[in-house]
């Protein structure tokens, strides 16, 4: 069974410090996307990771896909209040490759 | 303009009763699914179709079907709705052809079941 686990659950920092989420699965993965919901809403994707050892970058966000495709990580540089939400991870289920399995998530909050 | 749109956004109904939750996309995805929050916020797919076909369909109680009338539209109908059944209810859709099945979410609707 493919499962993904997301750590820290919760994250409470203060506005301007740096932080690390991350994402573990004992199953490999062909991809790893990362989506933020903020509360009343649907979650947004924020990347996708396909190669091993990917990094990539969004502003202050650093997202890396493990070299043997069963990790990633989301590295928040200088957090901001607007950076506060539940990110989630997610890969393919299976072969079907269409469907999402996620993570349960981490709930971050930022306070200025 | 509303990418993935649900309605309604709210639901609040008795056990027992029958009810429908309506999903719109005008992004032209061929896929088009159902996706379950509970309250500690762990997202689950329900069901998955592609082209109008089924072709996820997880255990799930079968008092849930879900109908798409169309490549644009997919309805979820819950009979006898049970306590358990209250969560909030997620429609999305992607573009199995391009990319990586990427989702785009809809807003939501919050079921409470009392």
């Known amino acids: 069974t493919q499962l993904l686990e997301q750590s820290p659950q919760f994250l409470s920092i203060q506005e301007g410090e740096n932080l690390t989420v991350y994402c573990n699965s004992s199953?490999?993965?062909?991809?790893l996307q990362w989506y933020r919901q903020e509360p009343g809403e649907g979650p947004v994707l924020l990347v996708t990771?396909?190669?091993?050892?990917e990094v990539k970058k969004l502003k202050r966000l650093t997202f890396q896909f493990g070299d043997a495709r069963k990790d990633s990580s989301l590295h928040i540089t200088a957090a901001q209040p607007g950076d506060t939400g539940l990110y989630l991870c997610?890969?393919?289920?299976?072969?079907?490759?269409?469907?999402?399995?996620f993570g349960k998530g981490t709930t971050l909050s930022v306070s200025s | 303009d509303t990418a993935v749109s649900q309605t309604p956004k709210y639901l609040v109904t008795q056990m027992g009763n029958d009810k429908s939750i309506k999903c719109e996309q005008n992004l032209g995805h061929d896929t088009m699914y159902w996706y379950k929050q509970d309250s500690k916020k762990f997202l689950k797919i329900m069901f998955s179709y592609n082209n109008k076909e089924l072709i996820i369909n997880e255990t799930v109680p079968n008092r849930f079907s879900p109908k798409s009338p169309d490549k644009a539209h997919l309805n979820l109908h819950i009979n006898s709705l049970e306590l358990g059944d209250s969560a909030v209810y997620f429609c999305?859709?992607?573009?199995?052809?391009?990319?990586?099945?990427?989702?785009?979410f809809g807003p939501g609707t919050r079921l409470t079941v009392l």
């Open positions: 990771v396909v190669t091993g050892g």
């Open positions: 997610a890969g393919p289920v299976n072969q079907a490759g269409t469907a999402l399995i």
């Open positions: 199953s490999v993965f062909s991809s």
């Open positions: 999305a859709s992607s573009n199995s052809r391009q990319g990586y099945n990427e989702q785009f």
